[in-house]
């Protein structure tokens, strides 16, 4: 029998407790030994709430997604200029990435091939049409949005990925280094724009 108030909500947030407390290698490294410690039950216990590893990994994984959406979502309603929305949204990722460097790796994990990709995909879908959306109202055609989002996501990503991984060791401001980032970025984006 199930223990007492351990549903698949719980476990997901007793997995999501764990994949913080990782740090930036929090979700590779979760397990469900970590899961059943913290949640004071034996391993065999926990497949009463969720399938197993995998199926763990993808809960959190979903969580972690709608979790970055509302991050989204709220840095877009801060700014009513549209280039401002996007360097809001390109900003608020960063924070929450180093916030939670681990539900960060979640949502950036690879799926493909994983039964439940098009589970996550589908999720993921709300943040990336609210980045096409961004990147529409700063001017980009219609015909470049996805090359739009795609560079947005490689030019925060990749500068979180080095910073979280302590790639920029010189004593510079890496906040200054990401906001010149972000504004190169939004100044061109902007000016592909039809004249």
Same mark, same amino acid.
């Given at each position: 029998?199930p223990r007492?108030?351990?549903?698949?909500?719980? @476990?997901?947030?007793?997995?999501?407790?764990?994949?913080?407390?990782?740090?930036?290698?929090?979700?590779?490294?979760?397990?469900?030994?970590?899961?059943?410690?913290? !949640?004071?039950?034996?391993?065999?216990?926990?497949?009463?709430?969720?399938?197993?590893?995998?199926? %763990?990994?993808?809960?959190?994984?979903?969580?972690?997604?709608?979790?970055?959406?509302? @991050?989204?979502?709220?840095?877009?309603?801060?700014?009513?200029?549209?280039?401002?929305?996007?360097?809001?949204?390109?900003?608020? %990722?960063?924070?929450?990435?180093?916030?939670?460097?681990?539900?960060?790796?979640?949502?950036?994990?690879?799926?493909?091939?994983?039964?439940?990709?098009?589970?996550?995909? !589908?999720?993921?879908?709300?943040?990336v049409t609210?980045?096409?959306?961004?990147? !529409?109202?700063?001017?980009?055609?219609?015909?470049?949005?996805?090359?739009?989002?795609?560079?947005?996501?490689?030019?925060?990503?990749?500068?979180?990925? %080095?910073?979280?991984?302590?790639?920029?060791?010189?004593?510079?401001?890496?906040?200054?280094?990401?906001?010149?980032?972000?504004?190169?970025?939004v100044d061109?984006?902007?000016?592909?724009?039809?004249?």
């Open positions: 029998m007492a108030g351990l549903d698949r909500a719980s @476990v997901t947030a007793l997995a999501l407790d764990a994949v913080d407390a990782g740090g930036p290698d929090g979700f590779r490294g979760l397990t469900l030994a970590a899961v059943a410690a913290r !949640a004071g039950v034996a391993v065999p216990s926990l497949y009463k709430h969720v399938d197993g590893l995998p199926g %763990l990994r993808r809960e959190v994984a979903l969580r972690c997604i709608a979790e970055l959406d509302g @991050v989204v979502a709220d840095a877009v309603g801060t700014a009513t200029d549209p280039r401002d929305r996007l360097r809001a949204c390109s900003h608020a %990722l960063r924070g929450w990435a180093h916030a939670r460097p681990g539900r960060y790796q979640a949502v950036q994990d690879d799926w493909r091939g994983h039964p439940d990709a098009d589970a996550l995909q !589908a999720a993921a879908t709300s943040v609210r980045l096409a959306a961004l990147v !529409a109202d700063v001017g980009v055609p219609a015909a470049r949005h996805v090359d739009a989002v795609r560079a947005v996501r490689a030019a925060v990503h990749g500068f979180v990925a %080095l910073e979280l991984a302590g790639g920029f060791g010189m004593s510079e401001d890496v906040d200054v280094s990401f906001a010149y980032l972000v504004d190169g970025l061109g984006l902007a000016g592909s724009a039809p004249r």
